[in-house]
Each structure stands twice: as structure tokens, then as C-alpha cells.
């Protein structure tokens, strides 16, 4: 249920340094940090926004900035 996607996304949150609604306010680093793990957790651009308070388009520029990081890591291997 959403109920339960939202209490792990704060758990999640929380277990990387800053509670769900701490993170807008969090530095940069660690919001950063937050949303990756949000991700690759399985939460979507929106699910995200939504708990977080933070832009569709700071997110998502966050997410696909850690994809290329990441592409050119393994193409770099």
C-alpha cells in the first residue's frame, strides 16, 4: 500500500543519514545520497518528489547525472 511504500522510503532515509522529511533541507551531498538510494531502491522520479518535497526536475536531473557517472565508469573498465 502507499502507507507502507512511505514508511520503508523513510526508513531507507533515515538508515542514509536524514529523515524523509529532512531531506529538501539536507546539503546537497546528502540529499543526493538520499534520492540515489530512494532509486535504485525501486521508488520512481514522482514517488520521490512526492516524499521528498523536492522537484520532479532537481530529481530527476539527480538520477540521470549518477546514470552517466555510471555508463562511463564501465565503459572506462
Same mark, same amino acid.
Given at each position: 500500500? @502507499?502507507?507502507? =511504500?512511505? %514508511?520503508?522510503?523513510?526508513?531507507?532515509?533515515?538508515?542514509?543519514?536524514?529523515?524523509? !522529511?529532512?531531506?529538501?533541507?539536507?546539503?546537497? %551531498?546528502? =540529499?543526493?545520497?538520499? #534520492?540515489?538510494?530512494? !532509486?535504485?531502491?525501486?521508488?520512481?522520479?514522482?514517488? #520521490? @518528489?512526492?516524499?521528498?518535497? #523536492?522537484?520532479?526536475?532537481? /530529481?530527476? =536531473? #539527480? /538520477?540521470?547525472?549518477?546514470?552517466?557517472?555510471? /555508463?562511463?565508469?564501465?565503459?572506462? @573498465?
Amino acid at each position: 500500500t @502507499e502507507w507502507e =511504500r512511505h %514508511a520503508f522510503a523513510n526508513k531507507l532515509a533515515k538508515s542514509l543519514g536524514v529523515p524523509l !522529511h529532512g531531506v529538501k533541507a539536507a546539503p546537497s %551531498a546528502q =540529499r543526493n545520497i538520499v #534520492i540515489l538510494g530512494l !532509486h535504485d531502491a525501486g521508488f520512481t522520479v514522482r514517488q #520521490i @518528489e512526492r516524499y521528498t518535497g #523536492i522537484g520532479k526536475s532537481t /530529481v530527476s =536531473r #539527480i /538520477v540521470r547525472a549518477y546514470a552517466r557517472v555510471k /555508463v562511463q565508469a564501465e565503459l572506462s @573498465e
